[in-house]
């Protein structure tokens, strides 16, 4: 959701690399698992934003965000909207 867009980015930003079995059999290895490569066009991002069009993925290398050594949870019920609006 728009939470997990904000704190860690979008998914395509995490995929580090792909493995594509292609229409014709061959198999494309895309796994490197370097965060910023500019030695060419990203073939990466093109089989992502085709959906499985242009081949199967076979395996994904993915960025792993830690986890969050701790979480805060507040609820906070009120009566009314004119109670909400006194709150702020």
Known sequence: GALRLIRYGSLH???LGLEVALAD???????KTCRKDNSGYDLKQLFIGAEGTLGVVT??????????ASVQVLMLACDSWGSVLKLL
């Open 13 to 15: 930003g995490s995929v």
């Open 25 to 31: 059999g061959r198999h494309l290895d895309l796994l």
């Open 59 to 68: 395996a994904v290398a993915i960025q792993c965000v830690p986890k969050p």
